[in-house]
C-alpha cells in the first residue's frame, strides 16, 4: 500500500506539469499575436465565406494549437486574446481613432477660426494687392463673368479656384464678394 502510494504520488508529481501546462499554458507574446491575426482573418473569411482561406488559417492555428499542447477541440475564441480574438480590440481602436480624429478636427476648427479672423483683420487694414496679382485677379474675374453669361459651369468653378487662389494669398475671407476685389467692379 505505500509503495502505491508513493507510485499515485509520483505519477501526479510526473503528470501535473503536463496538466497545468494544458491549462494554464499562456502562448508567448509573438505566438499570440499570430494567433489573433490567424483567428481575425478567419473570422473575417468566415463572414464571406472563403473556404479555401478559411482551412488555411485553420491549419495555421492548429499548428499553434500542436506546439502548445493545446487539444485541437479547443474552440479558437478561447486562445484569442479578450475571448473574442482582436476583433474587440481593433474596434476599441477604431472607436479610439475616431474620438482621436473628432478632437483632431476641432482643435483644428477652432485654429482655422483664430487665424480667419487675423486675416479679416489683415484684409480689412490691407486692402490691396500687389499690382500683378490685382491684374491677374482682374482677368479671372472678367472671364468668370463671361463663363457665367454663357452657363459654362465647368469654367465659372476654375475661374472661381483661382480666385480663391488670389484669396487665400492675401488672406482674403471668402465670404467677400469678388466685385469688392476686381478694380473693374468698383472700389474695393
Not at 474587440?88 to 475616431?98: I, K, N, P, T
Not at 453669361?149 to 471668402?174: A, L, W
Request: charged residues 35%; positive net charge.
Amino acid at each position: 500500500m505505500k509503495k502505491t502510494l508513493v507510485l499515485s504520488v509520483l505519477i501526479l508529481v510526473l503528470l501535473a506539469p503536463a496538466f497545468a501546462q494544458w491549462r494554464g499554458r499562456q502562448l508567448s507574446a509573438d505566438d499570440q499575436r499570430r494567433f489573433d491575426s490567424y483567428f481575425s482573418r478567419w473570422q473575417d473569411y468566415q463572414r464571406t465565406n472563403n473556404q479555401s482561406e478559411m482551412r488555411s488559417m485553420e491549419k495555421r492555428m492548429q499548428d499553434v494549437y500542436r506546439h502548445y499542447g493545446i487539444p485541437s477541440n479547443t474552440p479558437y475564441r478561447q486562445i484569442a486574446s479578450n475571448g473574442g480574438g482582436p476583433n474587440w480590440d481593433r474596434d476599441r481602436d477604431w472607436d479610439r481613432e475616431r474620438d482621436r480624429d473628432r478632437d483632431w478636427d476641432r482643435d483644428r476648427r477652432a485654429e482655422w477660426e483664430r487665424y480667419r479672423d487675423r486675416d479679416r483683420d489683415y484684409w480689412r487694414q490691407n486692402q490691396r494687392l500687389s499690382g500683378e496679382d490685382q491684374d491677374r485677379f482682374d482677368s479671372y474675374f472678367q472671364r468668370w463673368q463671361n463663363y457665367r453669361r454663357t452657363n459654362n459651369r465647368d469654367e465659372v468653378i476654375s475661374m472661381e479656384k483661382r480666385m480663391f487662389d488670389v484669396y487665400d494669398h492675401y488672406g482674403i475671407p471668402h465670404d467677400v464678394p469678388f466685385e469688392r476685389v476686381a478694380l473693374q467692379g468698383g472700389r474695393y
